[in-house]
């Protein structure tokens, strides 16, 4: 990325279209073939737009922060640690006729779950419009357009995704929970458990902005494979295709590193679930007596329905080491509540932060041959009913 001064500032054109978040480092370097071992200094992303970020010299790896003026003209800058927020942006419900009360109950519970220290999550409230990750609305299933006749009349809080959009089709309804006005502490409850599911999927998601593998060291393909065919689709990162009930994914992985390399599978449903599929060591591509990884991940079945994900998370595996197993991170989906019951950072310590609930970031070093690589790579698809 060629590096240019505003002023007293420094400037790149790279964004967060290209995963540059605030406080991600980047080494400075004498030339694009400079090893990140030739840093004469470092920057930090102090604002990060879509296609640009403005950056300030920064102490870091052993280096003092250098004057903006003796960055050298026509130096490159190269990602040395990339940070990775994971805090969750939630609209409050907007106000909706006949049902102030349980906004009101809605809003007094969110605050308090965002002041609660150890939560499990870690999300800001912004007011109902904003842009946001997830948006919550306080509704009645049956004043809602396309509403069954016997749809429920009780007012429920409802999750919804950043678009807003609500289906009450089968398989598509949005997670809800049911409000009763004398039932808070069973609100805060619920309401604390979907946001922690939808947060530690969210996170997960994230980490594709996370990876120091480049595409000929390890390769990665899952394919679709349509119902009554016996053909393999490759799914390309860049779109999303749809599948429907019986159809299934496969997948295709080789290493073409030196190295040992860990793969772990996931899915993230479109519930929010994350359902952990397989953990493989991949050997090093000058003592491989097979393909790879070459086999049938999963089929769809009509149980739920949108938008869902693919992920490969790819570790390297020290000699000796124990097999990279992250299905610590499978949990449920976001269900409906219906009824109040009565009563030196590295790849891997970033996948543990998930589980955890990191202080809304986390920091992964990129190095030239120091710490184990890692990389998150993300396919998403949609799910719909077989015509």
């Given at each position: 990325?060629?590096?240019?001064?505003?002023?007293?500032?420094?400037?790149?054109?790279?964004?967060?279209?290209?995963?540059?978040?605030?406080?991600?480092?980047?080494?400075?370097?004498?030339?694009?073939?400079?090893?990140?071992?030739?840093?004469?200094?470092?920057?930090?992303?102090?604002?990060?737009?879509?296609?640009?970020?403005?950056?300030?010299?920064?102490?870091?790896?052993?280096?003092?922060?250098?004057?903006?003026?003796?960055?050298?003209?026509?130096?490159?800058?190269?990602?040395?640690?990339?940070?990775?927020?994971?805090?969750?942006?939630?609209?409050?419900?907007?106000?909706?006729?006949?049902?102030?009360?349980?906004?009101?109950?809605?809003?007094?519970?969110?605050?308090?779950?965002?002041?609660?220290?150890?939560?499990?999550?870690?999300?800001?409230?912004?007011?109902?419009?904003?842009?946001?990750?997830?948006?919550?609305?306080?509704?009645?299933?049956?004043?809602?357009?396309?509403?069954?006749?016997?749809?429920?009349?009780?007012?429920?809080?409802?999750?919804?995704?950043?678009?807003?959009?609500?289906?009450?089709?089968?398989?598509?309804?949005?997670?809800?929970?049911?409000?009763?006005?004398?039932?808070?502490?069973?609100?805060?409850?619920?309401?604390?458990?979907?946001?922690?599911?939808?947060?530690?999927?969210?996170?997960?998601?994230?980490?594709?902005?996370?990876?120091?593998?480049?595409?000929?060291?390890?390769?990665?393909?899952?394919?679709?494979?349509?119902?009554?065919?016996?053909?393999?689709?490759?799914?390309?990162?860049?779109?999303?295709?749809?599948?429907?009930?019986?159809?299934?994914?496969?997948?295709?992985?080789?290493?073409?590193?030196?190295?040992?390399?860990?793969?772990?599978?996931?899915?993230?449903?479109?519930?929010?679930?994350?359902?952990?599929?397989?953990?493989?060591?991949?050997?090093?591509?000058?003592?491989?007596?097979?393909?790879?990884?070459?086999?049938?991940?999963?089929?769809?079945?009509?149980?739920?329905?949108?938008?869902?994900?693919?992920?490969?998370?790819?570790?390297?595996?020290?000699?000796?080491?124990?097999?990279?197993?992250?299905?610590?991170?499978?949990?449920?989906?976001?269900?409906?509540?219906?009824?109040?019951?009565?009563?030196?950072?590295?790849?891997?310590?970033?996948?543990?932060?998930?589980?955890?609930?990191?202080?809304?970031?986390?920091?992964?070093?990129?190095?030239?041959?120091?710490?184990?690589?890692?990389a998150v790579m993300i396919f998403?698809?949609?799910?719909v009913p077989r015509a």
């Open positions: 990325m060629a590096d240019c001064r505003q002023g007293g500032d420094v400037a790149i054109g790279a964004g967060l279209l290209q995963g540059l978040t605030p406080g991600s480092k980047l080494a400075i370097l004498p030339s694009a073939l400079s090893k990140l071992s030739d840093a004469v200094g470092y920057l930090e992303v102090k604002l990060a737009k879509n296609l640009e970020s403005q950056l300030a010299p920064v102490e870091f790896d052993g280096k003092p922060a250098l004057a903006p003026t003796a960055v050298p003209a026509g130096a490159y800058a190269r990602v040395a640690e990339l940070a990775v927020d994971y805090k969750l942006l939630v609209a409050k419900p907007a106000p909706t006729a006949g049902l102030d009360k349980e906004t009101e109950l809605v809003n007094s519970v969110l605050d308090e779950l965002v002041a609660k220290p150890k939560s499990g999550f870690h999300i800001a409230l912004v007011e109902p419009g904003k842009s946001a990750d997830l948006r919550l609305a306080v509704l009645r299933e049956k004043s809602m357009d396309g509403a069954a006749a016997n749809a429920s009349d009780e007012p429920a809080l409802w999750f919804l995704p950043a678009s807003g959009d609500i289906s009450l089709k089968d398989g598509s309804k949005p997670p809800r929970i049911v409000i009763h006005q004398d039932g808070r502490d069973k609100l805060a409850e619920n309401t604390a458990k979907n946001l922690t599911t939808i947060f530690r999927a969210t996170g997960l998601s994230r980490l594709a902005a996370a990876s120091d593998y480049r595409p000929d060291e390890v390769s990665v393909q899952f394919l679709i494979k349509r119902q009554d065919s016996d053909v393999l689709e490759p799914i390309e990162s860049s779109t999303v295709p749809r599948v429907s009930p019986g159809d299934q994914v496969h997948i295709a992985a080789k290493n073409g590193s030196d190295e040992f390399v860990d793969i772990n599978v996931l899915y993230i449903g479109s519930d929010y679930s994350i359902t952990h599929i397989v953990a493989e060591r991949l050997a090093p591509i000058n003592q491989q007596a097979d393909q790879g990884l070459k086999e049938g991940l999963l089929a769809f079945t009509d149980t739920s329905f949108g938008m869902e994900r693919m992920i490969a998370v790819l570790t390297e595996a020290p000699p000796q080491s124990e097999k990279e197993d992250l299905s610590f991170l499978a949990q449920e989906g976001v269900r409906a509540v219906t009824r109040a019951a009565s009563g030196t950072p590295g790849f891997s310590d970033m996948l543990a932060d998930i589980g955890m609930a990191p202080a809304t970031r986390s920091v992964m070093r990129l190095a030239d041959k120091s710490g184990p690589k890692g998403p698809m949609e799910t």
